[in-house]
């Protein structure tokens, strides 16, 4: 069965940058993408971006441009989150999600991993 | 970015009694393969987002049938026929047709009256 698990909380000081970890089992790793959904608390969801696990390619969305990178290691099934000028607006859980991508013609986000805190403080 | 619009954003119902969510979309969802990707989703409290109805009506492995997606191009709805207390929680609409901008809803929160 498809299981997404992520890294352990994380506590950053204003300026810092984060790397969170989304390593995957149970389908075959390069055949379908991982997006990123972020949860500040209290608050609804917001979409990061995603990544091609085949060949690396990413979209990132617009407010997250120059600040995120999203890279991937397919020898240890693993995806990564980089976010770096850490802010105190960036105290959020951040999840990953299995998200085939455009032109697959199936839909996303049928599993997530268990979501890793971030929490941003001085 | 295309905007979701939920309504209600609170809604306090009756255990047994039906529940319904609207969910607008600022601009038409259908994909150029003709699908359209607008997905539901659940999360319950402390837990990760869980997907309900994925391409407005079609529903997940081992979600209750009492849960049912409707509607077309922009206007949608997630319908509960009786609700039950494990359905306590923040809906999500959610639509990944127009790529590479993924958006939200701002969420309904269901409560028991």
């Known amino acids: 069965q498809v299981q997404l698990v992520q890294s352990g909380a994380e506590v950053k000081k204003p300026g810092a940058s984060v790397k969170a970890s989304c390593k995957a089992s149970?389908?075959?790793?390069?055949?379908?993408?991982i997006s990123w959904v972020r949860q500040a608390p209290g608050q609804g969801l917001e979409w990061m971006g995603w990544?091609?696990?085949?060949?690396?390619?990413?979209n990132y969305g617009q407010r997250f441009q120059g600040r995120v990178t999203m890279t991937r290691d397919t020898s240890t099934r693993t995806a990564y989150l980089e976010l770096r000028s850490l802010s105190s607006d960036d105290t959020a859980v951040y999840y990953c999600?299995?998200?085939?991508?455009?032109?697959?013609?199936?839909?996303?986000?049928?599993?997530w991993g268990q979501g890793t805190l971030l929490t941003v403080s001085s | 970015d295309v905007v979701l619009t939920q309504s209600p954003l609170s809604l306090p119902v009756t255990l047994g009694q039906p529940a319904s969510i609207s969910c607008r979309s600022s601009?038409?969802?259908?994909?150029?393969?003709?699908?359209?990707?607008l997905n539901w989703f659940q999360q319950r409290p402390g837990q990760s987002p869980r997907r309900l109805i994925y391409k407005i009506s079609n529903r997940d492995s081992g979600v209750p049938d009492r849960f049912s997606g409707s509607g077309s191009g922009t206007d949608f709805t997630l319908k509960i026929s009786r609700v039950e207390a494990e359905d306590v929680g923040v809906y999500y609409c959610m639509q990944e047709t127009h790529w590479p901008s993924i958006t939200f809803g701002q969420g309904t929160r269901l409560e028991i009256k």
């Open positions: 601009q038409s969802l259908v994909y150029s393969d003709g699908n359209t990707y």
């Open positions: 149970g389908y075959t790793f390069t055949n379908y993408g």
């Open positions: 999600a299995f998200h085939p991508g455009p032109g697959s013609g199936s839909a996303g986000f049928d599993y």
């Open positions: 990544i091609n696990t085949y060949n690396g390619n990413t």
